[in-house]
């Protein structure tokens, strides 16, 4: 009963910006780090970025210093934010949460059904 959306994506030119949104709702009682995935064409999905419930961050080296998580702890919302974006960067975009649903000791994570990201000129 935890559901994860998430909204933002679109097509962008090289260099171009999005932000990403991942709303988590449902019966939440708790949400421990939420992280940004994502999957090209062909592709393995991979790690981009995670925030953790202290607010701290971690990236890939392939959007270090280009992407910023963010959180919004009373709506239960992240955000990515996609700046320098290049055509490498296309993929489909996965939010993940790690959440405490009904039972305020026990986490599980949630995955949404992802947004497209496309870069091209």
């Known amino acids: 009963q935890v559901h994860l959306a998430e909204s933002g994506g679109g097509l962008v030119q090289p260099g171009g910006s999005l932000r990403l949104s991942c709303a988590a709702s449902?019966?939440?009682?708790?949400?421990?780090?939420m992280g940004w995935y994502r999957q090209a064409p062909g592709k393995e999905r991979e790690w981009v970025a995670t925030i953790s419930e202290d607010g701290s961050t971690n990236y890939a080296d392939s959007g270090e210093g280009r992407f910023t998580i963010s959180r919004d702890i009373a709506k239960n919302t992240m955000y990515l934010q996609l700046n320098n974006l290049k055509p490498e960067d296309t993929a489909v975009y996965y939010c993940?949460?790690?959440?405490?649903?009904?039972?305020?000791?026990?986490?599980?994570?949630?995955w949404g059904q992802g947004t497209q990201v496309t870069v091209s000129s």
């Open positions: 449902g019966r939440i009682l708790k949400i421990a780090a």
């Open positions: 993940d949460a790690l959440v405490a649903s009904t039972d305020r000791f026990r986490y599980s994570h949630y």
